[in-house]
T-cell receptor
């Protein structure tokens, strides 16, 4: 059973479009995250939710909006996509601050 | 804000060598520290977790140490194998659910 699952695995889209990435965890964890990994492989935290409440919101353009319908889901919606948004986006969950990652979504904006 | 640095950025060794990867962090008030492995095009796999009260953790050929006061952790890999080739990432957790990653060390073990 996949602990943290993200969909889609690959996403290719044009500039200006709006897209969503979904994340679900079946570990019963209270906290979920979105990380962005850029072309230099640096992982940077974007958002953190604890029990559906936003805890961490880094300096991310407001075109990025996380949505947590329940504790097991944290989706990422991106409006007006730009070329610079191309990256791999990782969802993660944690309990007692032990991280478990999804396999990532490779977003390519053309 | 916590900053995490990993040195070296890349490392190439012949098979069988022992090696050390380094991680340093600026704020010693941490909750735990994790070492991850990332293979090309893949997600992250947790290797070792050290709680702030611990000094080291071992798993097979891997040993991670933590010195909170100096803001340092090392990952020691014994008798390296080509299958160990990957990027190794260090992540530091603070009590507010904030987790910061280093930029990683890209390890290549040559047969």
């Amino acid at each position: 059973d996949t602990a943290v699952s993200q969909t889609p695995k690959y996403l290719v889209t044009q500039m200006g479009n709006d897209k969503s990435i979904k994340c679900e965890q079946n570990l019963g964890h209270d906290t979920m995250y979105w990380y962005k990994q850029d072309s230099k492989k640096f992982l940077k935290i974007m958002f953190s939710y604890n029990n559906k409440e936003l805890i961490i919101n880094e300096t991310v353009p407001n075109r990025f909006s996380p949505k947590s319908p329940d504790k097991a889901h944290l989706n990422l919606h991106i409006n007006s996509l730009e070329l610079g948004d191309s990256a791999v986006y990782f969802c993660a969950s944690s309990q007692f601050l032990v991280l478990h990652f999804g396999n990532g979504t490779r977003l390519t904006v053309t | 804000k916590q900053e995490v640095t990993q040195i070296p950025a890349a490392l190439s060794v012949p098979e069988g060598e022992n090696l050390v990867l380094n991680c340093s962090f600026t704020d010693s008030a941490i909750y735990n520290l994790q070492w991850f492995r990332q293979d090309p095009g893949k997600g992250l796999t947790s290797l070792l977790l050290i709680q702030s009260s611990q000094r080291e953790q071992t798993s097979g050929r891997l040993n991670a140490s933590l010195d909170k006061s100096s803001g340092r952790s090392t990952l020691y890999i014994a008798a390296s194998q080509p299958g160990d080739s990957a990027t190794y990432l260090c992540a530091v957790s603070s009590n507010n659910n904030d987790m910061r990653f280093g930029a990683g060390t890209r390890l290549t073990v040559k047969p």
